[in-house]
């Protein structure tokens, strides 16, 4: 059975600073990690997505990536402003046979960046 | 839409009455999803659709959760005679052309048992 786990549980850091949050997976056998950030109260907005073939994506201040064989993912965020403040989840998508297609979702860190 | 709308935004029931809860997919959308949200951050899948069939439905509680998607119709998903673990927030997602697509996901329903 896959286990997500994310490492800090939760994170204070001053605005402006890089920071990195890391996600760990028992079963290398995925299709694609999704990372995702939740506001308190609101849905999940999905953040960027790694296929299992690729290292690494970015998109703007944030850039992820993948060690499959380590079962292990970082987000990096650079430069970390107030609105970065939200619990950061990251979700993994088993290999696609048959009708698999849930994902099993990490512990979640909960961010917080102070002014 | 260009969003996945969940509807009502919160439902409180009694114990024992029964929940609907309904989602609307991203227009040309072929996946939809629905996870069940106990603590914080405790995620459970529940169901997949691939349009009006169900895909994947491996962690359905089958005793009184039932789900559908029609056409032309928001997805629902029905919980018959809510118990009080049943308190949790429903979210639906949807993704475009493969299960294993980015899943977009709605706001939630925050569902109340009492």
């Known amino acids: 059975k896959q286990e997500v786990t994310q490492i800090p549980a939760a994170l204070s850091v001053p605005e402006g600073e890089n920071l990195v949050l890391n996600c760990s997976f028992t079963?290398?056998?995925?299709?694609?990690l999704q990372w995702f950030r939740q506001d308190p109260g609101k849905g999940l907005t999905s953040l960027l997505l790694?296929?299992?073939?690729?290292r690494e994506q970015t998109s703007g201040r944030l850039n992820a990536s993948l060690d499959k064989s380590s079962g292990r993912s970082t987000l990096y965020i650079a430069a970390s402003q107030p609105g970065d403040s939200a619990t950061y989840l990251c979700?993994?998508?088993?290999?696609?046979?048959?009708?698999?297609?849930?994902?099993?979702f990490g512990t979640g860190t909960r961010l917080q960046v102070t002014l | 839409g260009e969003e996945v709308a969940q509807t009502p935004k919160h439902l409180v029931r009694g114990e024992g009455q029964k929940a609907k809860l309904y989602c609307a997919p991203i227009?040309?959308?072929?996946?939809v999803f629905w996870y069940q949200q106990v603590l914080k951050n405790e995620f459970k899948f529940l169901i997949s659709?691939?349009?009006?069939?169900?895909?994947?439905e491996t962690g359905m509680p089958k005793e009184r959760f039932s789900a559908k998607c029609l056409p032309n119709s928001p997805c629902s998903l029905e919980i018959q005679a809510t118990k009080l673990e049943d308190s949790a927030v429903y979210f639906c997602?949807?993704?475009?052309?493969?299960?294993?697509?980015?899943?977009?996901f709605g706001p939630g329903t925050r569902l109340t048992v009492l």
């Open positions: 997602a949807s993704s475009q052309f493969l299960p294993t697509d980015t899943q977009y």
């Open positions: 079963d290398s056998a995925i299709y694609n």
């Open positions: 790694i296929q299992s073939s690729q």
């Open positions: 979700a993994v998508s088993p290999t696609a046979t048959g009708t698999a297609s849930k994902l099993t």
């Open positions: 227009k040309g959308h072929s996946y």
């Open positions: 659709f691939q349009n009006e069939n169900v895909f994947d």
